[in-house]
């Protein structure tokens, strides 16, 4: 058996031994071409793929990016469709999760809600200007409220269907009394039905019309002074300083004066070009200005709430 084949310098290809005496050198010139074809051929391919596996790479980024924005825009649209819906089902509720808030009302509020106050809640709801009725978490909130102060002589200035008069109604005792008024009697009737079944229609004062010129009547009488434990008010927004003027003569000297939507659907802190509702554009100054003025008047204690639509409760001090 001859010697072992050789490799040649490039360690490509064997070359055989003849003779003994060594490579023959025209061999390796001859498969000289073929290694540096193999040499190129290989680095080309690789190039190659490496150019595909880059572009197979940037065409599933560019898929992932395209995915997330959509998703993206998704969850946008998925949060301002919410937000609408918390604004028409929600409305009389700032809490921004239209779950959380029915969490509140389905843990707390409904399953001890009386059964007067339900019925008219329910009632209410069909009424084609529901949206101005006081929410059943706000309702509970005055029921308790007014048990806490032991309130007996009331006023309301708004009344509706009289969802938040028969909370009123309830709490106070059997001999308590409640001064309502609001400009529209019908819807006033509509309610009263379930007020008297609830067995509390004689606490209740009900007069028809403009608040103000029967509050100026209370304040020429002297006897008025100081009378009232507690006041609802939750009527024309604009009128609320008007109001506040004549009802701190009424109200007594450790008792209570409740103002109604002073958050206005958290359009306080809109910025001037948020897209509002005209009524809700409309009030908003007349809001802020009244919390600016409660925030100063030395005669009161308050304390906004985020309740509902926004209550601020003001303690007569002086």
Not at 168 to 178: E, F, M, S
Not at 224 to 243: M, R
Request: hydrophobic content about 35%; overall charge positive.
């Amino acid at each position: 058996m001859g010697p072992s084949p050789t490799f040649d310098q490039f360690g490509t290809s064997p070359t055989p031994d003849r003779g003994g005496k060594g490579s023959n050198p025209d061999f390796r010139l001859h498969i000289t071409p073929l290694h540096f074809f193999f040499q190129l051929r290989f680095p080309i391919q690789r190039k190659l793929k490496l150019a595909q596996v880059h572009k197979q790479r940037k065409a599933k980024r560019k898929k992932l990016f395209i995915s997330r924005v959509l998703a993206m825009a998704t969850n946008t649209q998925d949060q301002q469709s919410q937000a609408g819906r918390h604004q028409e089902v929600g409305h009389k509720s700032l809490l921004q999760s239209d779950a959380l808030y029915q969490y509140i009302l389905e843990t707390s509020v409904y399953p001890r809600e009386p059964e007067p106050m339900k019925e008219l809640r329910e009632l209410t709801a069909k009424h084609p200007w529901n949206l101005m009725t006081t929410s059943a978490d706000e309702g509970q909130f005055l029921n308790m409220l007014l048990k806490l102060i032991n309130a007996k002589n009331t006023m309301e200035i708004g009344v509706y269907t009289g969802y938040s008069l028969l909370a009123t109604a309830l709490a106070i005792p059997d001999d308590g009394k409640i001064l309502a008024m609001d400009v529209n009697r019908e819807n006033y009737e509509l309610g009263l039905p379930v007020i008297q079944k609830a067995g509390v229609a004689h606490k209740i004062d009900f007069k028809e019309g403009p608040a103000l010129p029967v509050l100026d009547q209370l304040v020429e009488d002297e006897k008025n002074h100081g009378s009232f434990d507690f006041i609802f008010v939750d009527a024309d927004k604009d009128n609320y300083l008007n109001y506040h003027k004549r009802l701190i003569e009424l109200v007594k000297v450790g008792g209570l004066i409740g103002y109604d939507n002073t958050l206005w659907n958290g359009s306080v802190v809109a910025p001037p070009d948020a897209p509002l509702r005209k009524y809700v554009r409309y009030y908003r100054d007349f809001v802020m200005e009244l919390n600016k003025a409660l925030a100063v008047d030395p005669r009161i204690e308050i304390c906004m709430l985020p309740v509902g639509d926004g209550i601020t409760l003001c303690r007569r001090v002086k």
